[in-house]
């Protein structure tokens, strides 16, 4: 089953480094979609089918935990996996969005934490094949 | 049969019959690559992290650096049947010295693991596995009837 997946984070570079590390991770990806903000997402999510976000906490127009609140109000999102990544350090803050039903996933994090946490979550095997065509952006060295 | 892989040094294999082990990996790092589908993989044993300020140096013992091993550990492998979607890699060492009161000042464990990490992310692999750092050394083996990774140190064995 290839999860459709939607990274929500107001860097475009944190973006692609996210979707890389979904891409290279062997985990069943299908589509992935991006939003700079929660007021993109929750667009992307109602004109998409999207299995689980990624989601960055402090970005403007709609933070992340804004966009969790009305996810989690609406039955048709109520119960969509969602993976915090932020830098947030506060462990009050940590703990209201795990009451939320959202893992956490600290910056910076190696990918492998990424790996395992959607793994965790989904249940999803990590060893179907990895995109390799999209990898090459570059030379590789091996 | 039992292969050991000295200090700068790599050893492909694609016989189930095999076991590869390196010992002694301090700062250096010990580094296994398998495809469990083809049977094949290999292990190099690295010392320093880059081979731009010795590069007479890595032409000769090109194993010796991250950025000269990594490549050719992979590429053999590729040349033996492996598939790089499949490649399962795992690395251990890259420890500090035992304190001598003037602490890590190279840090050439920690740096050797940066690099390795840099070069698996530019060519889009990730690790399945990791034990560095510490200040202990570490014996390193890995079977190749399955792709277990085993590591011994201060007399523990623990899998990988």
């Known amino acids: 089953m290839a999860l459709n997946i939607l990274v929500v984070d107001d860097s475009s570079i944190m973006r692609a480094m996210i979707i890389k590390v979904l891409r290279i991770s062997g985990l069943p990806c299908g589509e992935f979609y991006q939003a700079a903000n929660g007021v993109e997402a929750l667009k992307v999510i109602d004109e998409n089918w999207i299995d689980m976000a990624l989601v960055d906490i402090n970005m403007p127009v709609m933070n992340g935990e804004e966009l969790i609140n009305r996810l989690r109000e609406n039955p048709d999102t109520a119960d969509l996996p969602i993976v915090v990544v932020s830098s947030e350090a506060s462990e009050t803050r940590i703990e209201i969005l795990r009451r939320k039903g959202a893992e956490f996933i600290h910056k910076p994090f190696t990918p492998e934490t990424v790996r395992e946490t959607i793994i965790e979550m989904t249940g999803v095997s990590d060893e179907g094949s990895t995109e390799n065509e999209d990898i090459r952006c570059g030379s590789l060295d091996f | ?160």
């Not at chain 2, 590069?55 to 040349?79: G, H, W």
Request: glycine fraction near 12%; include cysteine.
């Open chain 2, 1 to 160: 049969m039992k292969h050991v892989i000295g200090v700068a040094d790599m050893k492909i294999s694609g016989n189930p019959d095999d076991i590869l082990v390196t010992y002694a990996l301090g700062s250096c790092l010990g580094i296994t690559v398998y495809d469990p589908v083809a049977k094949v993989g290999g292990m190099a044993h690295v010392m320093l992290p880059l081979s731009t300020g010795d590069p007479n140096k890595a032409a000769a013992k090109p194993m010796m650096f991250v950025d000269t091993a990594l490549p050719r550990l992979f590429i053999s492998c590729y040349k033996a049947g492996a598939i790089k979607q499949r490649m399962i890699v795992k690395v251990a060492g890259g420890a500090a010295p035992l304190d001598t009161g003037r602490g890590d000042y190279f840090e050439i464990g920690k740096r050797n693991f940066i690099v390795l990490r840099k070069m698996l992310w530019k060519n889009g692999v990730l690790l399945k596995g990791h034990d560095v750092g510490g200040k202990q050394s570490r014996t390193m083996t890995l079977n190749m009837s399955n792709g277990e990774v085993t590591l011994k140190s201060q007399g523990v064995r623990t899998r990988l």
